[in-house]
């Protein structure tokens, strides 16, 4: 084989690497966002469904959601939603996750306290509950200050045949950045 093509480096292997370029987090490389933004703009109780392409998709707040863009502070992550049903018991075990909560777009997953206010987080897609994120529940200011990270509420599997639905009712990073723009 002919080994002439390939180049060589010489040097350290840092110098290698396009350091000029932010570099991604896990999220932004292997997850695509989709947007649900609040009809009360008012509120901007905004919200963020990032799908990996196996599914797998993480809620988290949007980057117009109040508590980002106000840099609230959040006393509880509160996952008893009534009084019968609370999200942290949630057990899916296995690859079709049996007994995970079934989940529709406006199922209520937990309520974010501010000292001003409650955000109720909505699941956003038909989907089973795979877990609450027991990091945010331990430390509730990882969602305000890594939303796209292990700042993530929740970790869901969309049902199969609804995934495209799904999407297609929510808004793509560049319809949610252009309606984001206009409103400032």
Not at 147 to 154: C, F, M, S
């Amino acid at each position: 084989s002919d080994l002439s093509s390939i180049k060589a480096n010489k040097g350290p292997i840092e110098d290698s690497i396009d350091l000029t370029e932010k570099y991604q987090s896990v999220t932004e490389r292997y997850y695509t966002p989709y947007y649900k933004i609040d009809e009360d703009r008012t509120r901007k109780n905004d919200l963020c469904l990032q799908l990996h392409s196996n599914r797998i998709s993480l809620v988290t707040l949007a980057p117009s959601h109040p508590i980002l863009t106000k840099n609230l502070q959040i006393k509880e992550v509160d996952c008893q939603v009534t009084k019968s049903l609370d999200r942290k018991k949630n057990k899916a075990v296995g690859k079709g996750k049996k007994g995970g909560q079934n989940l529709d777009p406006t199922s209520i997953l937990c309520h974010l306290e501010t000292e001003d206010a409650r955000y109720a987080v909505e699941a956003i897609a038909p989907s089973k509950l795979i877990c609450m994120n027991k990091l945010v529940l331990d430390n509730p200011s990882l969602i305000r200050n890594r939303p796209d990270a292990e700042g993530h509420i929740a970790i869901l599997l969309p049902y199969l045949g609804q995934i495209e639905e799904c999407k297609a009712s929510l808004l793509s990073k560049e319809a949610y950045d252009k309606i984001i723009s206009e409103e400032r």
